[in-house]
Antibody
Framework: EVQLLESGGGLVQRGGSLRLSCAASGFTFSSYAMSWVRQAPGKGLEWVSGISSSGGSTYYADSVKGRFTISRDNSKNTLYVQMNSLRAEDTAVYYC???????????????WGQGTLVTVSS | DIQMTQSPSSLSASVGDRVTITCRASQGISNSLAWYQQKPGKAPKLLVFAVSRLDSGVPSRFSGSGSGTDYTLTISGLQPEDFATYYCQHYYSTPLTFGGGTKVEIK
């Protein structure tokens, strides 16, 4: 069974930093692109960042470009996002999501993790 | 960037009703469209990919259609477990974007 388990969320002050992790199991992690998607309280879904299966290509939403860095460790089956210069508007549940098709850069997502809440206090 | 405009943002319906949700892309996306269902406090769940292909285990009362810039998710015979929020997503290019969501509520 494919499982994605996020961790690292919490309360952080505006301007602070946080690193989220997503531990993957049940599939060949190194074969699939991965993404982070967030959802602010009571709001819709926003794609944040994506990374190719090898980690050689990374993609960001304009809202986080220059502040967030996505990475992966295929030896540890783990996806990361380093979030710096956090703003109140970054407050959200952050989901990691697996690209459905192996080797495909742009993808639909299946499955999603359960999410981890990041709260940025102002 | 490709914008996804989803409508309506909410609707009220009864069990057994036929429900239609629309998603319009700001430019052609070559049928690179998926639909998700999200229930409160839960992660989104994939329903449909490539416009009309149901994911494994998704009931046949769900169907997707469309082409070019206009796409539709239809639920034929709404069931109690279908009351949720639905999102479309394009995967034609980065940045990937979602529609604003449609909340399906009980009438």
């Amino acid at each position: 069974e494919v499982q994605l388990l996020e961790s690292g969320g919490g309360l952080v002050q505006r301007g602070g930093s946080l690193r989220l992790s997503c531990a993957a199991s049940g599939f060949t992690f190194s074969s699939y692109a991965m993404s982070w998607v967030r959802q602010a309280p009571g709001k819709g879904l926003e794609w944040v960042s994506g990374i190719s299966s090898s980690g050689g290509s990374t993609y960001y939403a304009d809202s986080v470009k220059g502040r967030f860095t996505i990475s992966r460790d295929n030896s540890k089956n783990t996806l990361y996002v380093q979030m710096n210069s956090l703003r109140a508007e970054d407050t959200a549940v952050y989901y990691c999501a697996k690209g459905r098709i192996a080797g495909r850069g742009t993808n639909w997502f299946d499955p999603w993790g359960q999410g981890t809440l990041v709260t940025v206090s102002s | 960037d490709i914008q996804m405009t989803q409508s309506p943002s909410s609707l009220s319906a009864s069990v057994g009703d036929r429900v239609t949700i629309t998603c319009r892309a700001s430019q052609g996306i070559s049928n690179s469209l998926a639909w998700y269902q999200q229930k409160p406090g839960k992660a989104p769940k994939l329903l449909v990919f490539a416009v009309s292909r149901l994911d494994s285990g998704v009931p046949s009362r769900f169907s997707g259609s469309g082409s070019g810039t206009d796409y539709t998710l239809t639920i034929s015979g709404l069931q109690p477990e279908d009351f949720a929020t639905y999102y479309c997503q394009h995967y034609y290019s980065t940045p990937l974007t979602f529609g604003g969501g449609t909340k399906v509520e009980i009438k």
